[in-house]
């Protein structure tokens, strides 16, 4: 659960940055609208959608390469190609709104400003989502997710350099301890790699992996930073909107790789190939595209209720759940090095959370003189 500063800060955001300066009544408004209760529910949900996503994706993804996939741009598209699925509550939204409204009722809410900055995560997306298919391709998915578990060292990084998001000494001993489990992996990465991966493929698959989650500990933040910029109220019904143009524009890069890949006249003939069956195949594609959609749902339904580093931290503490998940379906190898890099995780996990705790009870209690200082006068 976020601090109540994180809190403020979103609920602030958009106000901060409006064209006309933010007032009392202003910021009464804003509270309205979007109670703390309110704020922290929708913290919950969209947190349970990501760990639906962030869990599930990566073991599907895998289920395709082991049994027989082997189109990696094609793998990578589905992470995104499930935007139309947004269409349904949008449109369920938007008739509620025309109820109410009758014919004055908007049919989108984004702004020109918005949508660019959404078309250029959308873009970075792509980039990303073909990063990490081929990560998960060429390495066991409990490797990749321990890899992924450094995306929060580089998010707290871009976070202070994007969005001024404050180091304390126990989120830089956690971006510590993070980087040095990923660095331990670095040590030992062929002791896991699988039987039909050459050495140049895995060594590739790792480093690609790390760029992955360099690339996507950017994206991150700046979905704050285009949050902050966007000089409009940001709701839940706007999140929704931007996650169909970010998708929408991320299944753009990935088909002109599917394109010049020829990756669109392979399916059928990998789909009769496919070890589970033609059907199966089929099935695992369709949940693969439905199971990505809640990874960027509540991705980016927890940047809005919180931060792009409490995203961040959720991704990365969910990491015990997938590697043990990877172990009992793919009966995964987890080796010495593994477990010193999770329990590394943990302890930076740990640290930060706790450092977090700390500075909370330092807002609720504060030091006795400053509260002197800040007395006015009789």
């Not at 980087?179 to 062929?190: D, Y």
């Amino acid at each position: 659960m976020p601090s109540k500063k994180w809190r403020l800060n979103r609920l602030n955001f958009t106000e901060r940055n409006r064209s006309t300066p933010m007032t009392n009544q202003t910021m009464e408004e804003m509270n309205t609208q979007m109670s703390s209760n309110t704020r922290r529910g929708l913290l919950v949900l969209n947190c349970v959608i990501l760990a639906i996503g962030n869990c599930a994706g990566p073991l599907v993804m895998r289920l395709y390469f082991v049994r027989g996939g082997k189109r990696i741009w094609f793998s990578s598209w589905l992470e995104t190609a499930g935007w139309p699925f947004i269409l349904i509550p949008l449109i369920i939204i938007y008739m509620r709104r025309r109820s109410k409204k009758g014919s004055n009722a908007e049919l989108f809410f984004m702004k020109p400003r918005l949508f660019v900055g959404s078309v250029v995560i959308g873009i970075l997306t792509g980039l990303d989502n073909y990063l990490y298919a081929y990560g998960v391709a060429k390495l066991p998915v409990s490797t990749s997710a321990l890899i992924i578990a450094s995306q929060l060292a580089f998010t707290a990084v871009f976070a202070y350099f994007l969005v001024k998001m404050k180091f304390t000494s126990y989120s830089v001993n956690a971006v510590f301890l993070l980087s040095i489990g990923a660095g331990v992996l670095a040590l030992h990465t062929s002791s896991d790699r699988p039987a039909n991966v050459s050495s140049k493929e895995y060594y590739l698959g790792f480093f690609m992996t790390i760029a992955a989650a360099v690339l996507y500990a950017f994206i991150l933040p700046l979905i704050e930073l285009i949050y902050m910029k966007a000089k409009q109220a940001i709701t839940y019904t706007l999140v929704l909107e931007m996650q169909m143009v970010v998708c929408f524009f991320a299944t753009i890069v990935c088909t002109v790789g599917m394109l010049v890949n020829n990756d669109f006249q392979a399916i059928p003939r990998e789909a009769k190939e496919y070890e589970l069956g033609e059907a199966k195949y089929y099935l695992v594609v369709v949940f693969s595209g439905m199971i990505w959609q809640c990874f960027f749902l509540g991705e980016l339904g927890v940047v809005f209720s919180a931060s792009s580093l409490v995203s961040g931290i959720v991704i990365a503490v969910l990491l015990p759940v997938t590697e043990i998940l990877a172990v009992i379906f793919f009966a995964e190898k987890f080796q010495a090095e593994k477990g010193v890099s999770l329990a590394l995780s943990l302890w930076g996990f740990v640290s930060y959370f706790y450092g977090e705790i700390q500075d909370n009870k330092r807002k609720k209690n504060p030091n006795p003189e400053m509260q002197l200082l800040q007395t006015p006068n009789p």
